[in-house]
């Protein structure tokens, strides 16, 4: 019979099912900075585009 007291041990790739993937970060990291980037000319442009009327 079975000790339920025993604790039981996984490894984290276990436990998720995955491998990790760091190559994710950076795909996100890059798109934020694209997006901020974005914004930010999408606003600054107009901005200044009515200044100078």
Do not use: C, K, Q
């Amino acid at each position: 019979m079975a000790d339920n007291n025993e604790a039981i041990r996984i490894d984290e790739e276990a436990a998720r099912g995955a491998v990790s993937n760091t190559g994710l970060r950076y795909v996100l990291g890059f798109s934020l900075g694209f997006a901020v980037i974005a914004m930010s000319l999408v606003w600054i442009i107009p901005a200044l585009a009515r200044a100078a009327h």
